[in-house]
């Protein structure tokens, strides 16, 4: 059973980059036709996907914040990492990996717990 654990710091400034981890355990991130995304909730916002990376390192990334998001991944550590640049107020949110296949390609199947991030000088 394939779990998801996302880390980071929880309290960064405004103009800061921010790294938060993915760690996935009980399945490689390089199994055939499965992808790992980047999703965050706000309560203005609602839930927003930010990006994806896919199982043979290629990624794709929301349009919208493509300028200041990168996703890359660590194949011996088997975790994702996401940067957010440029952070601002309205960044804060609880952030979410989450795993989707090619096969259902609208709905992501297995969720990390989240991890909260605040935007604040």
């Known amino acids: 059973q394939v779990q998801l654990q996302e880390s980071g710091p929880g309290l960064v400034k405004p103009s800061q980059t921010i790294s938060l981890t993915c760690t996935v355990s009980g399945g490689s991130i390089t199994t055939n036709n499965y992808y790992w995304s980047w999703i965050r909730q706000s309560p203005k916002m609602g839930l927003e996907w930010l990006g994806l990376i896919s199982w043979d390192g290629h990624s794709e990334y929301n349009p919208s914040l493509k300028s200041r998001t990168s996703i890359s991944r660590d194949v011996v550590k088997n975790r994702i990492t996401l940067q957010l640049s440029s952070l601002t107020p309205e960044d804060a949110a609880v952030y979410y990996c989450?795993?989707?296949?090619?096969?259902?390609?609208?709905?992501?199947?297995?969720w990390g717990q989240g991890t909260r991030v605040t935007v604040s000088s």
């Open positions: 989450a795993r989707k296949t090619r096969w259902d390609w609208g709905h992501h199947d297995t």
